[in-house]
Structure formats: structure tokens, C-alpha cells
């Protein structure tokens, strides 16, 4: 895709977002899954489009490393890693993840309210552009600290492939790329997994999200389509003044990263690193506008100075 077209995609989700697209797109009658030119979903609505299974590609640990060395072992099994101020933090996660559907909301786009339609919740619905309106605390969003997420939506290498060669073919229609996001071996650095863990899992967070709303929004879907699609590969940003909190629950803003020079590398030498690093990219139309979620995560924050960190408050 064009840089361009790109930037196109970015005005028309900022312009949605402002007049409430997302919420109108939310009541449409669904239209099982995907676009017409798309592979057909198949199975249950609840089920990803797309499934994939980490270990197809073996062992754990196979990957390239991409500058984190050492940094790797550092981290305990329910850790990883974040950018803020320009630090590089640790993110100490102390349950699940959780993504509110609050009782007038339709995430997955069946036609009905949830409070009408308790089969939405057979299945965790974490949905990228429909924001909630409570966090799972039951603060408003404007009580709660937003993370930035951000996600590689560039391609370094047109020969590596998509978690499945039926989701490599639907980006490929809907981009004309494949974007790092959605491959097990992106040509970045990225957070998210964590350098130890499988592609598309992560500690804490689900195994699927559902893009069809975003989608829907910019026009490449069809109203009412869910496109369920594996976790995809991302690192994650704070405010500078919130980089050093206990546990609390953070609600997911997701950016797209659109040129591979605003990336920032495993140490944080490079790329957008703060706050103000975010902004003047999206000036600068390296990324896209802010897209909300439904999505939350629960974890304690820290600075790592000299390969050791200290949690205020409390270290556990």
C-alpha cells in the first residue's frame, strides 16, 4: 500500500471515530464473518476467522532475537516489556485480561444488544474500534490510564508470510500487503510476544481480537462484518507521568505504525518512545490517529535501570 493511501486510511478513522461510526456499524445485521471476496469464516462466530496454532513453528526460542539479547532473560514469565518517557519499563501482569461489553453494546454485530443477546458472551469479545464506556474497575475512561499500542503495520519482507496463508490472502485484498503484525517472524523487534514466547500469544492477553469494526469503519468490510484474526505482534507505550505505577487496569488505544523508521528498537535507542515521540509521528503521518478498544489490561509498571527493576508500592 501507498503511503498515501495509508494516510487516507488514517484521516477516514479519525473522521469516523469523531462523527460515531463505530457505534452505528455496531448495530447492523451480521454478515457471517467476512466479505464476499474474502475466505469464508467458517464454524462458529465466536471462532477466529483465522485460527492459528503457535507451535507450527516449534520450539520456543527459535525466532531471531532482534537486539533483545540479554534483555530476554530478564523477564519473568507474567512480564514484558514497554516504552514511556523514553525508558524502557517492565509491565508486571497480575491477571487476566478483560474486554467490557457494556449492556447496550453489539461488538460482535449480531443485531441485538448484549443485555438482549447473552450468546455474546460465550466468547471473550475484544474488539478494536468500539470503546467501552466503563473499565472493568467501573471508573470512566477518563479515570483510567490509556496504554498505547502499537503495532508494526508496515512489511519488511514481502517473502515471509502471514500466521496462515488464508489470512496472508485477505490482507493481501483488503492492503495490498502483509503488515509485520500478522506474521510469526516480523522483521522488527516487538514487545509483544515477549522474545521467549510463541507468535500471536502473549502473557495475560487473548489469543484473538476482532478487526471487523475498524474495518467496517474505513470501508473495507461490508457492514456487520467480524473478522476475528490472531494476536497480533505490537509493543506497548505509557504516558511519561504513569510509567512507575502499581497495578491498576490500563485502557488498550491501539496506533498503527505506518513507516518502519518510527519503529523503535528492543532498547529504545530508537522510535517512538514517548508520548511526544507518538504525537510528532502522527503529525508527521508515520502513524495513524488513535483507535479505541473495548480491550484492558491489568499489570504494574516499572523503569528497569541497569537490567534491575523496582516496583513502587509494593514488589510483587
Known sequence: MEVSQLRSIAVALALSLSAGILGACSSQ?????????????????YQSAYAYDPDSL?????????????????????????????????????????????????????GKPADKAPEQFSSPECVIGIPSHLAPSGRTLAQTDPLYILVPFFETNKKTGAFTPGLGKALEKLFGFVPDAFKPDPGVAVQCPAPLDKPSTCTMHPLQINLGPVLVALGKLPKGT??????????HLLNNGTINQ??????????????????????????????????????????SADVPSNFFLYFSSYVRHNGAGRMPGMNM
Not at 29 to 45: F, I, K, N, R
Not at 226 to 235: E, F, I, K, M, S
Open 29 to 45: 445485521a451480521s454478515t457471517s464473518g467476512q466479505a464476499a471476496d474474502l475466505p469464508a469464516a467458517g464454524g462458529s462466530a
Open 246 to 287: 502499581p497495578s491498576e487496569w490500563w485502557t488498550l488505544v491501539v496506533v498503527l505504525v505506518e513507516d518502519p523508521k518510527a519503529w523503535p528498537d528492543a532498547t529504545g535507542s530508537t522510535g517512538i518512545t514517548s508520548l511526544k515521540k507518538l504525537r510528532e509521528a502522527q503529525a508527521k503521518k508515520e502513524a
Open 58 to 110: 516449534g520450539p520456543v526460542g527459535m525466532r531471531p532475537d532482534y537486539g533483545y539479547g540479554p534483555l530476554a532473560k530478564l523477564l519473568a514469565p507474567n512480564e514484558t516489556y514497554g516504552f514511556g518517557d523514553n525508558e524502557l519499563l517492565v509491565f508486571r501482569y497480575h491477571q487476566q485480561f478483560d474486554c467490557v461489553v457494556g449492556p447496550d453494546s453489539d461488538v460482535d454485530s449480531i
Open 226 to 235: 467480524n473478522l476475528y484474526v490472531p494476536l497480533v505482534n505490537h509493543d
